[in-house]
């Protein structure tokens, strides 16, 4: 199984940016980012094929967050600009191990990382 690493997290002021990163130990074909916000269930956030070419996102984060890849450094990452309060969360990134389809569901994904938080302050 893959390991995945999260980094990137911090406290920021609401209309601040903050970059995510994953690291995997191997290679994974389609990757995601999900959240989960205190006493709430975890939610997607974004997804990115293997090759990059197709993203997803839920509907908050669309036109604030984007999804990228760097398949030479096994890396993927989420660049959040104009953060709101909401946006807090627990950030988990997710890797499809076999297959190449973008996905949304957590059930969809094989490999986990351990969380990074993000806190934003109003």
């Known amino acids: 199984q893959v390991q995945l690493i999260e980094s990137g997290g911090g406290l920021v002021q609401a209309g601040d940016s903050l970059r995510l990163s994953c690291a995997a130990s191997?290679?994974?074909?389609?990757m995601g980012w999900f959240r989960q916000a205190p006493g709430k269930a975890r939610e997607f956030v974004a997804a990115?094929?293997?090759?990059?070419?197709?993203?997803l996102y839920v509907e908050s984060v669309k036109g604030r967050f984007t999804i990228s890849r760097d398949n030479a450094k096994k890396t993927v990452y989420l660049q959040m600009n104009s953060l709101r309060p909401e946006d807090t969360a627990v950030y988990y990134c997710a890797g499809r191990d076999k297959s190449m389809a973008i996905a949304t569901m957590e059930v969809e994904y094989d490999s986990w990382g351990q969380g990074t938080q993000v806190t934003v302050s109003s």
């Open positions: 191997g290679r994974t074909y389609a």
């Open positions: 990115i094929s293997w090759n990059g070419g197709e993203t």
